[in-house]
């Protein structure tokens, strides 16, 4: 078992900038991939970042490429988003997930736990 909770969020303006943080306990945090998810209102949850059970790879969704950071601590379990240049369609509730998959750490189905989620609204 693993437990993830998310701190951090909040209500930014367009431009701005937030970090988004995910402590996990339980079991070795090694051993997951780590992935943060979001899901605007009315829509499905969709994909955002992804980061390897070593820290070596990555992987983002297009929609964030180049805005978005994944990283994350070993000696804390902690898994972080650090979320620049932001917009208003990138307010959503943020999850972040743990998962044992080693391949499509895209898909939501491949992760096992999720934190409690986040709210993030970029105002324009």
């Known amino acids: 078992q693993v437990q993830l909770v998310q701190s951090g969020g909040g209500l930014v303006q367009a431009g701005g900038s937030l970090r988004l943080s995910c402590a996990a306990s339980?079991?070795?945090?090694?051993?997951?991939?780590m992935g943060w998810f979001r899901q605007a209102p009315g829509k499905e949850r969709e994909f955002a970042a992804a980061?390897?059970?070593?820290?070596?790879?990555?992987y983002y969704a297009d929609s964030v490429k180049g805005r978005f950071t994944i990283s994350r601590d070993s000696g804390k379990s902690t898994v972080y988003l650090q979320m620049n240049s932001l917009k208003p369609e990138d307010t959503a509730v943020y999850y972040c997930s743990a998962g044992l998959t080693i391949l499509g750490m895209q898909d939501a189905r491949r992760y096992d736990y999720w934190g409690q989620g986040t709210q993030v609204t970029v105002s324009s």
């Open positions: 339980g079991r070795t945090f090694t051993t997951y991939t």
């Open positions: 980061i390897s059970r070593t820290g070596t790879t990555t």
